[in-house]
């Protein structure tokens, strides 16, 4: 992988990936069909060499989708001088094939994974620019992760004749995370008290951090280096749980709403503080401040009051502090656990929320003394796909690392905006400039 700074400062993320249709030699009919096209006078090349351009990352809640499309303009003189200076990509001999165009995003909830293979059959994107009478069913493999890769793989192969070619999820998780701190700039960033800021990540001192996935449940992993972790810990208080709860006890239809709602709510209301205990008092023996939470939900139990006296604002605040303190407390103890200072959030419980994310972030700050950072990642829950999607680069003849690429090239990166809260659709118009190298050699 290596990448270049275009005029517009956008950047271009090179990523070599193998084409993604596997032509068995056992499959003569499929082979003759793509040398055909391969041979024609009349077709150029770059229309013919479509990559592999879908990965997927299934999760308990939600089905995330990267896919590559291509930009009708050729690279420009310089970019292919650029490039050609690039470790490896000067092959001379003809064997790759630079597409240039953006890296999209989507999800989709897992309970409605049938919108997802719509969404994927629509738009063509298991088939690589070719047409459906072209590529013989069972040929085509799909890099996926998470528990869903596993358990839809029927569904798949039986609604699009793909085959999910399943790749580990902790494994795409950490080359994800790895692939953003390393060559997107603006990835990372902190946010306490309602001020944020994007950190510049020092590649030559990434290693080691803490990774922590909070989707249904919640991965925590350390990182030690490209492919060099270990999950140490996890907790099955999770995205699942505030959503799951929070839609019981609310009523809510949809995880933005819940997430909406909080923004009113007040927690103090259910949550039992020091002060309700202390008689308004801190009990500063220990540092508890009157207003540090005692006890989540604590109120509810002397209160004479049924769950329909409680303002669902209320309850959607009290659910979300409780949740994220949780995570950033367990974070922060790991943390500790392995002398680790510095902590990367993912996964898209976050939804680049900021309530959620000072919550986070004040919990580690207050157990650490200041001494651990929370940061978080603005391609939040896309990190165990990106990692899918770089997997296919596993199986191409060429690899750059990342660290060969970052060193190598500025950086900067093209997005929609610093939006603390998106809207739930922000996720589609976010997109990474990036060129790839399809290997010729494979067909
Ligand atoms: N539109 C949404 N619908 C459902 N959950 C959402 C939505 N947006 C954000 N979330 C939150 O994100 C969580 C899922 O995050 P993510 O996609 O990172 O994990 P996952 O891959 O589904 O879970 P796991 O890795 O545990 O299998 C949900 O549990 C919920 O808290
Ligand atoms: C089971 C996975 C890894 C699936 O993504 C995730 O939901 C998780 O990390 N859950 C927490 C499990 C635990 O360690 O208690």
Not at 103 to 128: M, Q, Y
């Given at each position: 992988m290596c990448r270049t700074e275009d005029g517009l400062g956008a950047v271009q993320l090179h990523i070599y990936i193998r084409l993604c249709y596997r032509t068995p030699d056992s499959n003569p009919h499929f082979h003759s069909q793509i040398r055909g096209r391969m041979d024609s006078a009349e077709v150029p090349k770059e229309e013919i060499l479509q990559p592999s351009h879908l990965a997927l990352d299934i999760g308990g809640s939600l089905i995330k989708l990267v896919y590559f499309s291509r930009n009708n303009n050729r690279l420009t003189d310089?970019?292919?001088?650029?490039?050609?200076?690039?470790?490896?990509?000067?092959?001379?001999?003809?064997?790759?094939?630079?597409?240039?165009?953006?890296?999209?995003?989507?999800?989709?909830?897992?309970?409605?994974?049938?919108?997802?293979?719509?969404?994927?059959?629509?738009?063509?994107?298991?088939?690589?620019?070719?047409?459906?009478?072209?590529?013989?069913?069972?040929?085509?493999?799909?890099?996926?992760?998470?528990?869903?890769?596993?358990?839809?793989?029927?569904?798949?192969?039986?609604?699009?004749?793909?085959?999910?070619?399943?790749?580990?999820?902790?494994?795409?998780?950490?080359?994800?995370?790895?692939?953003?701190?390393k060559?997107?700039?603006?990835?990372?960033?902190?946010?306490?008290?309602?001020?944020?800021?994007?950190?510049?990540?020092?590649?030559?001192?990434?290693?080691?951090?803490?990774?922590?996935?909070?989707?249904?449940?919640?991965?925590?992993?350390?990182?030690?280096?490209?492919?060099?972790?270990?999950?140490?810990?996890?907790?099955?208080?999770?995205g699942g749980t505030f959503w799951g709860l929070g839609r019981l006890l609310t009523k809510c239809k949809s995880f933005d709403e819940l997430l909406e709602l909080s923004h009113q709510g007040n927690n103090r209301v259910i949550?039992?503080?020091?002060?309700?205990?202390?008689?308004?008092?801190?009990?500063?023996?220990?540092?508890?401040?009157?207003?540090?939470?005692?006890?989540?939900?604590?109120?509810?139990?002397?209160?004479?009051?049924?769950?329909?006296?409680?303002?669902?604002?209320?309850?959607?605040?009290?659910?979300?502090?409780?949740?994220?303190?949780?995570?950033?407390?367990?974070?922060?103890?790991?943390?500790l656990r392995f002398g680790l200072k510095r902590i990367f959030f993912g996964g898209f419980f976050i939804r680049s929320h900021a309530y959620t994310m000072d919550t986070i972030a004040v919990a580690v700050d207050f157990w650490s003394k200041g001494e651990a950072k929370a940061m978080f990642l603005r391609h939040e829950g896309f990190l165990g796909v990106l990692g899918a999607f770089m997997s296919y680069r596993k199986e191409s003849c060429c690899g750059l690392t990342v660290d060969e690429a970052a060193q190598q090239f500025p950086i900067s990166v093209s997005h929609s905006g610093d939006k603390i809260y998106c809207p739930s659709n922000q996720d589609l118009n976010d997109s990474i400039e990036c060129c790839v190298y399809a290997t010729k050699h494979h067909l």
């Open positions: 310089k970019e292919h001088k650029t490039l050609g200076e690039g470790p490896g990509v000067s092959s001379g001999d003809g064997s790759y094939t630079v597409l240039k165009g953006k890296l999209h995003f989507a999800k989709f909830e897992t309970s409605k994974i049938n919108d997802c293979l719509e969404f994927i059959r629509c738009n063509r994107l298991h088939l690589g620019g070719f047409c459906e009478h072209e590529v013989p069913r069972d040929k085509i493999f799909v890099k996926a992760t998470g528990g869903g890769a596993y358990k839809f793989a029927d569904l798949f192969n039986e609604e699009l004749g793909i085959s999910l070619d399943k790749e580990d999820e902790m494994d795409c998780l950490v080359s994800g995370a790895n692939f953003l701190l060559a997107v700039q603006q990835e990372a960033f902190t946010y306490l008290h309602g001020h944020k800021e994007f950190v510049q990540i020092d590649h030559n001192d990434l290693y080691p951090y803490l990774l922590v996935n909070i989707g249904s449940g919640v991965s925590m992993i350390k990182v030690d280096g490209d492919g060099k972790f270990e999950r140490i810990s996890g907790t099955n208080l999770g949550d039992m503080l020091v002060g309700d205990i202390y008689g308004g008092m801190d009990y500063s023996k220990i540092g508890l401040s009157s207003t540090t939470i005692a006890s989540s939900f604590g109120k509810a139990i002397s209160d004479k009051k049924e769950l329909e006296d409680y303002r669902p604002e209320d309850i959607s605040r009290s659910l979300l502090r409780m949740i994220s303190n949780n995570i950033g407390q367990i974070s922060y103890l790991n943390a």
